[in-house]
């Protein structure tokens, strides 16, 4: 017989989704003896066995692997054979520096779904958990990965528990937060009238309240949620007005796939992508109604399914298949994670708060994901999702990326790793920016950082630049679209000079210019902006992001001057004459208006011109609500020209034009979509033309918009261009902080800084 010994190392996400007992055990099943143990590059595992036995637990190993573990590489490599006997998990050894990839929260899994109806010491057990399913990032306070540096240290494990924690073949072999109803966390009602933490009289009630169309406020995995029955439009409303909530979609919660499937339209990729392990919210096209005040008017809804035990049993109660499940908190501060800020902040606005006694410390959202193109995109990269690294092909050591103003993470550079930050939000508060500095200290510790070098936007005024200033450590500064591209490039592992499209609402560019619109050639180093929207007054500055209208007069007043009065078109007529003056004084006066190329703002323009929002209740409402609308049946699109700049001064014309005509704001906005699809791709072929570079990156929050993205990337495609679009990180601002990190890294690398 032929014995081999072999070396096997495996990389990827391997580390607390219970990998080294899945070896254990297969390794037992496939007669291999020797060890398996955690390192700080991944798993390794020397295994002694005959040729055949070998093989199979090969393929076992990277076939059967736990669910949520993500295999990378597994490298095997014969060694002089060994004379093992056994089979054994050597401890991993708690060297400081050991150990980066921290398992994101995992929801829990079909074999403990099963147990809390068959388990005696966990029916119907809320926190029931194992190695392939549970919460992690939102739990862990510290390295290695033990229940005593986690928020379960404060429940001691009964000795049943304790015996599956202990037995190798059981699936809660260390299972960190295993527990049971008897030594497990509770949950606990507090309403007005009562106070429980009976298990069936917490769900119960619960149930209750949601159907009777009430709203109650439940502690989730890494914060609260506010839920009310998705199909009575009164609760959702009630919801809606009780949190002063901007129209802002809700996200939803269905009991199932099948249910889902009813209200959504839902492609193969999409179906994996909602019911996977990390279940993100995804945004899908509406196919039945919900509650009007769900949407507010949009045709998409943002869907997830249930990921925590509590979520499963509440369903069994309700008579409704479908919840909203939207984070609770004041506008525009963080998600509340103790219970202490919800008595106080959500009890008032909500008919129960359901809470449990398990402290979160990381706090985390729900994730959201679009899938475009049969690929999936983030949009907010939170639960599920994080601390997952970053693979990257240079060393980003002690690199403290700051990241933008909205939608702010952070990001931190660790070999060649970047670990991004949980969704952080908009950086305008005290509370925000208490929960980002002290999430940077959190997640320094957590993964044993040692700042060398910070790095931050252009930008002076946002907090993050500011934090970065502050922190006594070397500054570099990074302009905000090209630390867009150079987050896609780092996602895609590209390092040489490529035509960046960068689209967003706004970024300082470094002439001291809002930039929005800009087409650069870069590598990871340094950029040069090649062409952009041509420049316009934003009058009134950053109100404009919430008063489209204001862009609809300067683009208006640009091509018709003050002959815009006298317009026939609904946006002219409903306009206070008044307000609109002072617009135009400001611009005649150069009184707040800085100048922008901003795509977002032209967006924005666009749909304040169509009347189809002229006020925004939310960030980007406007772009959305434009897109919305757009009639995916016409092809045709307006004029444009591109100069040393790109003028789209005709365009506003013809729109004008076509309003005034009756076409169908559907069918104008698609005619905008597909002039703005257009000009990136005569911009993207001018500059290949004389560069000669072919490979091109789309990134910024414009991107974000489906019908955009999808034909400009078919078109480039289709003209031999390689195209790169932000995947598992959002093109959105909260991509940033990675972007910055790169080109930090890069520039230290080049001795520029
Ligand atoms: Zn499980
Ligand atoms: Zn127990
Ligand atoms: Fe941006």
Redesign the pocket.
């Known amino acids: 017989m032929g014995f081999v010994t072999l070396k096997i190392t495996v990389k990827g996400l391997v580390q607390g989704v219970g990998f080294r007992p899945f070896i254990y055990r297969i390794a037992h099943h496939h007669n291999i003896y020797g060890w398996v143990e955690n390192r700080n590059d991944g798993v390794r595992i020397h295994a002694r066995g005959n040729k055949s036995d070998i093989d199979s637990f090969i393929v076992s190993l990277k076939k059967k692997r736990p669910l949520a573990s993500t295999i990378k590489s597994v490298s095997v490599e014969e060694i002089s054979s060994a004379k093992y006997t056994t089979f054994i998990i050597v401890n991993s050894k708690s060297d400081s520096d050991e150990i980066t990839d921290i398992s994101p929260d995992i929801a829990v899994c079909p074999a403990c779904l099963r147990d809390m109806k068959e388990q005696s010491?966990r029916i119907n057990f809320p926190f029931i958990n194992c190695t392939n399913c549970g919460p992690r990032f939102s739990i862990i306070k510290d390295l290695p990965y033990d229940r005593n540096k986690t928020t379960m240290n404060v429940f001691q494990?009964?000795d049943?528990?304790a015996g599956e924690y202990s037995d190798v073949m059981d699936r809660r072999f260390h299972a960190q937060p295993v527990?049971?109803l008897?030594?497990?966390p509770r949950y606990e009602l507090i309403s007005k009238y009562e106070k429980t933490n009976n298990p069936g009289k917490v769900l119960e009630l619960t149930s209750v309240i949601i159907n009777n169309g009430g709203t109650v406020s439940i502690k989730g995995i890494g914060g609260y949620f506010m839920a009310c029955d998705a199909l009575n439009e009164l609760a959702v409303k009630q919801l809606r007005q009780s949190r002063l909530r901007e129209g802002k979609p809700f996200a939803v919660m269905f009991k199932g796939i099948e249910t889902l499937r009813e209200y959504a339209m839902v492609n193969a990729e999409e179906q994996e992508l909602v019911q996977s392990w990390r279940r993100p919210i995804v945004l899908l096209k509406s196919r039945k109604n919900l509650a009007f005040s769900v949407s507010v008017g949009f045709d998409t809804l943002g869907a997830m399914l249930p990921y925590m035990p509590f979520h499963y049993l509440l369903f069994s109660k309700l008579n409704t298949p479908v919840i909203v499940l939207t984070s609770g908190n004041i506008p525009d501060e963080p998600i509340i994670i103790t219970d202490e800020e919800a008595s106080k902040k959500l009890l008032p606005v909500s008919d129960a708060l359901v809470t449990y006694n398990r402290e979160i410390f990381n706090r985390v959202d729900d994730s959201v994901q679009m899938v475009v193109n049969k690929t999936p995109r983030s949009i907010r990269r939170s639960r599920g999702y994080v601390p997952e690294p970053v693979d990257l092909e240079q060393n980003v050591n002690g690199i403290i990326a700051c990241g933008a103003e909205l939608v702010n993470t952070f990001c931190l550079g660790k070999g060649k790793q970047a670990i991004m930050s949980q969704y952080i939000g908009d950086l305008k508060n005290w509370e925000t920016y208490e929960f980002y500095s002290e999430s940077i200290e959190k997640q320094k510790m957590l993964f044993r950082i040692d700042p060398v070098l910070i790095v931050c936007d252009l930008h002076p005024e946002y907090l993050s630049t500011k934090y970065a200033l502050e922190s006594g450590l070397p500054v570099v500064k990074v302009q905000h679209h090209h630390a867009h591209i150079a987050a896609c490039m780092a996602e895609h592992n590209l390092d040489e000079k490529v035509i960046g499209v960068g689209f967003d609402g706004i970024g300082l560019g470094d002439d001291n210019r809002i930039w929005g619109g800009e087409f650069i050639i870069c590598d990871l180093a340094d950029y040069e902006r090649v062409t952009h929207f041509s420049y316009i007054p934003m009058p009134g500055g950053d109100k404009t992001a919430l008063e489209p209208w204001r862009m609809g007069i300067a683009y208006l007043y640009k091509v018709y001057g003050s002959d815009l009065f006298k317009l026939n078109i609904p946006f002219i007529k409903d306009l206070n004459r008044k307000n609109a003056m002072d617009i135009i004084q400001m611009i005649d006066n150069d009184i707040n208006c800085p100048l922008t190329s901003s795509s977002g703002r032209l967006f924005d323009a666009v749909a304040a011109i169509l009347n189809i929002c002229t006020h925004s209740g939310f960030h980007a409402e406007a772009p959305m609500r434009l897109e919305s609308v757009a009639d995916q049946n016409c092809l045709s699109s307006y004029s444009y020209e591109i100069r040393h700049t790109i003028h789209v001064e005709v365009m506003i014309k013809e729109i004008v034009n076509d309003i005034i005509n009756g076409i169908t704001a559907g069918e104008i906005s698609a005619k905008f979509h597909n002039t703005v699809i257009s000009i990136i791709f005569a911009a993207a072929n001018k500059i290949r033309k004389k560069s000669g570079i072919s490979k091109v990156v789309l990134s910024g929050g414009t991107f974000q918009n489906r019908y955009l993205l999808e034909s400009v990337e078919k078109k480039l495609t289709k003209e031999n261009y390689k195209v790169y679009i932000p995947g598992s990180i959002p093109s959105n601002d909260s991509g940033i902080a990675l972007g910055q990190l790169v080109i930090a890294s890069k520039r230290r690398e080049l001795k520029c800084v």
Request: aromatic residues 0%; contains cysteine.
């Open positions: 010491h494990m009964c049943v528990c527990a049971c008897k030594c497990g």
